[in-house]
């Protein structure tokens, strides 16, 4: 058995009488992408500030490259890139500037600084804006140049938080494949994302948190083998059959949720539960049978309900 390059036993993170993050156990293995997926509040954040060490555990044990991240926050972090929510570029300097000024930050010799620019830069496909100011920049590119910066001290370990929030589909795919680049180079990623397909796309394992607390952990794929079914059957009805439509479903599949714009049904077979609504009688205005997705197993564990 290898050391877990991040392990976190009874991790918990209170503000008064708040509680953040709620005595969680996990662990991060060398070389892989691991996930932190949940709504807003759920404690993916206040996790990510704990690992980056600059936010001291209220509680718990987290121990990160074998080392006490209680204790040696300053070695852990220099070992650390990290890519924060919210981009905090200098936007009055250059690309270059801003990178060869965070790159200072690690005492790395200015001439080595603009030479891993340079690489990086090729890297992210932006060696042609080096001499840009920041403020120039698309919103895509920032995103870009953040993770370059994070980059620049040759991390083992990369924390991203929300990586592609705001971006559009282009952009978004532009750093999933930056970072799945990153990954097959042995470089240990740790993800927080609202994004459902980012999280299948990315990570290898995940935890899905709500409430400060660890609702369940696996693989995308084990995940809705375990709290899914094989197939979704989506049904949309006359606005006027709303009120029966619970009724009149009832009992077919594993599960059956209905919202104020369809019915959803959860069973393996779909198409054999669409056969059983049409044989009570039913017609929908339309019906899909879709295979069940990491979102469906999100919805599930931490509700429909709006969290501000």
């Given at each position: 058995m290898t050391q877990a390059l991040v392990s976190a036993r009874g991790l918990a993170k209170n503000y008064g009488d708040f509680v953040a993050v709620d005595s969680i156990d996990f662990d991060v293995e060398q070389g892989e992408a691991f996930g932190f997926l949940g709504p807003n509040g759920a404690g993916k954040s206040t996790t990510m500030r704990m690992i980056g060490c600059v936010s001291p555990m209220s509680s718990g044990t987290l121990e990160?490259?074998?080392?006490?991240?209680?204790?040696?926050g300053r070695e852990i972090?220099?070992?650390?890139?990290?890519v924060p929510q919210l981009d905090t570029l200098d936007k009055e300097l250059t690309v270059m500037e801003n990178l060869v000024l965070y790159?200072?930050?690690?005492?790395?010799?200015?001439?080595?600084?603009?030479?891993?620019?340079?690489?990086?830069?090729?890297f992210v496909q932006l060696a042609e804006r080096a001499d840009s100011i920041v403020d120039q920049l698309s919103g895509g590119m920032m995103r870009r140049l953040?993770?370059?910066?994070?980059?620049?001290?040759?991390?083992d370990l990369l924390l991203l938080d929300e990586p592609t929030t705001g971006l559009d589909p282009q952009a978004r795919h532009v750093v999933w494949d930056r970072l799945y680049r990153l990954k097959n180079d042995g470089v240990t990623l740790i993800i927080t994302t609202h994004y459902m397909d980012e999280a299948e796309q990315l990570c290898d394992r995940l935890v899905v948190m709500d409430g400060g607390r660890?609702?369940?952990?696996?693989?995308?794929?084990?995940?809705?083998?375990?709290?899914?079914?094989?197939e979704v059957l989506e049904l949309r009805f006359a606005a006027h059959d709303d009120g029966t439509s619970k009724h009149d479903v009832s009992g077919l599949g594993e599960r059956v949720e209905v919202l104020p714009d369809r019915t959803l049904v959860y069973a393996d077979d779909g198409e054999a539960a669409l056969a059983d609504v049409h044989s009570r009688g039913l017609q929908p205005l339309s019906s899909l049978v879709r295979r069940s997705s990491l979102e469906d197993v999100f919805l599930h564990l931490t509700g429909r309900t709006l969290v501000d």
């Open positions: 990160i490259f074998g080392l006490n991240a209680a204790t040696a972090r220099g070992r650390l890139g990290v790159g200072r930050y690690f005492d790395i010799p200015r001439a080595e600084c603009r030479r891993r620019a340079v690489e990086l830069l090729e953040s993770i370059t910066r994070s980059l620049i001290n040759r991390p660890i609702a369940a952990t696996g693989s995308p794929r084990s995940l809705i083998e375990q709290h899914s079914t094989r």
